[in-house]
């Protein structure tokens, strides 16, 4: 057996990050960008307001207030996306809304809130003039033209992750498409005799065939095309005509098929179209995992067998197959968010392999707490339905007492 370092680092070397695309910028989300992204245009374009109000010249607002407002002429107004066609002078000010380029000659913009336009507006006064109630400074409320941007500069950068402002940004500078590296498409063949498809009657003795659906939600959920190849039943013709349908993909996932069973053949019929790169890791549940290359018509396609009980499928999924699918998509960060906490009960750990133990991770007076799920055996599936995350307790310890402190592997967060 290896550790679970070991095993990745040895599949992460079998796995290459793949080509970039051409696609629709909200199609992007959450791909890495292929390219540096430089803005040829300022944003904003001019200076432009920051509220609406009045463009003035800062000095013709000096001691102004409530008691003795400083009254101007108005002498014209603008609206968001339109020119002002005067120029703000000594004693005058143009009325303007959010966002519209700033009159030649202004260099403020007094908020309507610190003018007397309602009270004139109710009293039906002229509005050909307003009177200002505060004093303000040069450059108040206004947005200086490439505040933002500046024409010519890196913007993004090749490697960045696209998120939602990422999105925004590239619109902004008219881009309605990106280049990103591309989403693996992921194989998924779940393998043995005992299997049903989903939608079809439950035989005694049979199990309906959970795991390729959460290893191809698992694939979706971080990234990945999920290509459901269905169930290879345990006869070298069947898995070889199943792998045969997968060899177009970017990897093959499988599930059971690779511990020391009579009727676990995967990995001999992988070793005779390939090669086995590891199989066994030290870690629980997920011991018998196994990983290589298939080879065809000079490709080698990257394939990892997980185990076949459900719990061990998910967390070998975790540790193994995650990093893979993020690296062919340029990421970086393979690390899941882990904290420190107290573990509420005892837990055993009695075969020298890394355990993780299914916990609900709460937070009460500033620290984490971490309770199992119940029952940990590997074919509770509903153990994970209830966690949130993974408790680890390492190769060389025995186990660990209540009120411990733990690491915790987070899946996700789950309010309380």
């Known amino acids: 057996m290896i550790s679970v370092e070991e ?34 245009i300022d944003i904003p374009p001019l200076d432009n307001s920051a509220m609406d ?25 603008v609206a968001a996306g339109s020119m002002p066609s005067k120029e703000v002078k000594s ?37 050909s003039q307003i009177g200002i109630l505060r004093q303000v400074g040069k450059g108040l409320n206004v947005r200086r033209r490439g505040e933002d941007i500046a024409e ?10 696209i998120r939602p402002a990422e999105i925004g940004i590239l619109a902004s500078l008219g881009h309605s498409k990106a280049k990103v590296i591309r989403r693996p498409v992921i194989s998924v063949l779940a393998t043995g005799d005992e299997l049903v498809d989903v939608d079809q009657p439950l035989p005694l003795g049979k199990i309906h065939n ?12 971080y990234g990945g095309i999920s290509k459901i190849l269905g169930i290879g039943r345990d006869s070298v013709q069947s898995l070889n005509d199943k792998i045969d349908e997968g060899l177009d993909s970017d990897m093959l996932i499988t599930s059971g098929g690779v511990s020391r069973g009579d009727y676990d053949i995967v990995k001999d019929v992988l070793a005779k179209r390939g090669e086995i790169a590891l199989w066994t890791v030290s ?13 065809s018509g000079g490709r080698k396609m990257p394939h990892l067998g997980l185990p076949g009980n459900p719990v061990s499928s998910m967390v070998t999924f975790e540790q193994l197959a995650r990093p893979a699918i993020l690296k062919m998509m340029g ?16 837990v055993i750990n009695t075969d020298g392999r890394r355990l993780f133990a299914r916990v609900i991770v709460t937070r009460y007076a500033g ?8 029952p940990q055996g590997s074919g509770i599936l509903t153990s994970m339905t209830k966690a949130n995350g993974l408790a680890i307790i390492p190769e060389n310890s025995k186990g660990v007492e209540a009120g411990d402190t733990v690491q915790v592997q987070m899946l996700d967060w789950r309010k309380e």
Not at 63 to 77: F, N, R, T, W
Not at 335 to 340: D, G, H, N, V
């Open 7 to 40: 095993a990745l680092e040895k599949i992460l070397s079998y796995i290459e990050v793949l080509e970039p695309e051409g696609k629709p910028i909200l199609d992007c989300l959450g791909q890495v960008l292929a390219e540096d992204i430089y803005s040829t």
């Open 53 to 77: 109000g009045y463009a003035v010249q800062d000095e013709d607002t000096h001691d102004a207030c409530e008691s003795s407002p400083k009254v101007l002429a108005v002498i014209g107004e």
């Open 331 to 346: 990421k970086t960060n393979f690390t899941k968010p882990t904290i420190q906490a107290i573990i509420e009960e005892d």
């Open 152 to 161: 010519g500069t890196l913007i993004l950068r090749s490697g960045t992750i």
């Open 210 to 221: 959970s795991n390729t659906y959460t290893i191809a939600a698992e694939v979706l959920r």
């Open 91 to 127: 004693g005058t000010a143009i009325r303007i809304m959010t966002g519209a380029p700033l009159p030649e000659g202004a260099n403020a913009v007094v908020q309507f809130e610190n003018t007397d336009e309602v009270a004139r507006k109710a009293s039906g006064d002229n509005s």
């Open 283 to 295: 870690m629980k549940p997920g011991k018998p995992s196994a990983f290589g290359v298939i080879k």
């Open 367 to 374: 620290k984490y707490y971490a309770r199992l799920t119940g």
